[in-house]
């Protein structure tokens, strides 16, 4: 493998952008110095070989990101490889600039024990292209009664879910709060109390009652959050709470912060650029929690901005064609993501000075790995090399990005098998040309892989 030097990209290094020169040997970035091509007359993505025998690639005009790290997906394997695998599902990661992401235990067989997990692990070993780390259940088939075997999991997940649904008995919860802080690991919930639902399937809002759909309150999902807030407090445990899509959420996060507990939480790239006003009669347009008020959306944007809100995670969750084909009402919940969530927000969120592309970038990469830095995943950083970041001596895991490139969101062109998006059909600017996991290419913009093999 030779050493590949990137030139004059605008990289983010130590929370800014910075004009640096990278060199990237045996998989490591080896140098990072101050750009040395600056007014040079070598074309963009034109690989030259220098007198070290580097390959050299001009990167000027172009940005390096640290592989974004996505704290929820589904990548459906074992159990649901029609929707997604493990293979497609990480290609699709890469494709969007991510290097890491944290799989959901909503599988069949679910992660409740170590058996069951190895089923996962092994295709992850065999299959994955970016780093997949996966999570274990809280409960039992996810079925909210007996509790998974943590002792056994401990090792090798990120955290404790039940994703996809919420874990209804409060003193089962309370129970896998003692434990999981007993192994050093976090609670990580789908907040989501079932009987409020009450079988509605968008936000019970203006648009519900306009076009007659049974409405999903806003109370379903914040009236969980503040009971498990009221639980990490007596336990002490450290508690995530998915997905969040309400204002309430956020204040009840934003009030648990100030108290100085161990809670933090996420949004996707859909609760932070849309309303319920934008829904459509379609498929795509359908997930769990709802996109709700624009009340709503405000009270995640600026809990983004202030930090209370600690990443954007993507709840990538392919399903069938079939299964999206089903109109609002009738389709499963669940949208991809991980292929438009950085140009998506970009564009809807720095480009309109709403947020600073170092806080995008920190969102989608350094505060999650640095808060999920936990013991196992340390372990899991030392044996698969994962980053915390661009650093001399870490992983080369990156992204190289042409943020002037504009084009329209087309779900043909995906490398997830889900294509079910709200977002086809936006324009967007930011362009992943190039995913590096370990100094290797794992994906690679056709414009960008002819230039490199020249
Ligand atoms: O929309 C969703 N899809 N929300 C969930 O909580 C689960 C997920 C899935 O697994 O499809």
């Not at 600056?38 to 070989?49: A, D, E, R, Y």
């Not at 936000?203 to 409405?215: I, N, P």
Request: proline content about 5%.
């Amino acid at each position: 493998m030779r050493k590949l030097k990137l030139v004059n990209g605008t990289v983010f290094y130590h929370g800014r952008f910075q004009n640096l020169d990278l060199t990237i040997d045996k998989g490591r970035i080896v140098r990072l110095d101050p750009s040395s091509l600056s007014g040079s007359s070598v074309s963009p993505i034109s690989p030259v070989s220098n007198e070290n025998n580097e390959i050299v690639m001009d990167c000027s005009h172009l940005h390096i990101f640290p592989g974004f790290v996505d704290l929820h997906v589904h990548f459906r394997e074992p159990g649901f490889s029609y929707k997604e695998t493990i293979e497609t599902g990480s290609r699709a990661a890469a494709h969007g600039g991510y290097t890491v992401c944290c799989t959901m235990p909503n599988l069949k067989p679910v992660p409740d024990t170590l058996e069951n997990l190895e089923v996962q692990r092994a295709i992850i070993r065999d299959k994955a292209v970016v780093h997949v780390l996966p999570y274990g259940a809280i409960t039992c088939g996810e079925k909210g009664a007996k509790l998974a075997n943590f002792e056994e999991l401990a090792p090798y997940v990120v955290a404790f879910t039940d994703d996809g649904v919420g874990v209804a008995d409060e003193g089962r919860m309370r129970e896998a709060m003692v434990k999981a802080k007993a192994l050093g690991k976090a609670i990580v919930a789908h907040a989501e109390e079932i009987a409020l639902v009450n079988g509605g399937v968008i936000h019970d809002g203006t648009y519900a009652v306009r076009h007659h759909h049974k409405g999903n309150p806003s109370a379903s999902e914040w009236k969980q959050v503040e009971r498990d807030i009221a639980l990490a407090e007596e336990t002490g445990a450290r508690y995530h709470i998915c997905h969040i899509s309400t204002k309430e959420s956020v204040a009840l996060l934003r009030e648990a912060q100030k108290k100085g507990l161990p809670v933090t939480g996420e949004t996707g790239p859909h609760y932070l650029t849309m309303t319920d006003e934008d829904l459509r009669e379609d498929g795509r347009f359908r997930m769990n929690p709802p996109i709700r008020s624009g009340a709503d959306r405000e009270a995640l944007r600026e809990a983004l901005i202030d930090g209370t809100l600690l990443a954007v995670a993507t709840d990538h969750a392919p399903h069938s064609a079939e299964e999206k084909s089903r109109g609002l009402d009738k389709s499963l919940n669940g949208i991809v993501g991980l292929e438009t969530a950085f140009p998506v927000l970009y564009t809807q969120l720095v480009l309109t000075g709403i947020l600073s592309l170092e806080q995008l970038v920190e969102a989608m990469s350094t505060r999650p790995m640095a808060s999920f830095r936990l013991p196992e995943v340390k372990e899991a950083k030392a044996s698969l090399g994962i980053p915390y970041g661009i650093e001399v001596n870490e992983a080369a895991d990156l992204g190289i990005w042409d943020l002037n490139a504009a084009y329209t969101i087309d779900p043909e062109t995906f490398l997830s098998m889900g294509h079910a998006t709200p977002f086809a059909g936006w324009t967007v600017h930011g362009m992943c040309l190039n995913t590096l996991v370990g100094g290797e290419s794992a994906y690679e913009d056709p414009a960008w892989k002819e230039r490199c093999c020249d």
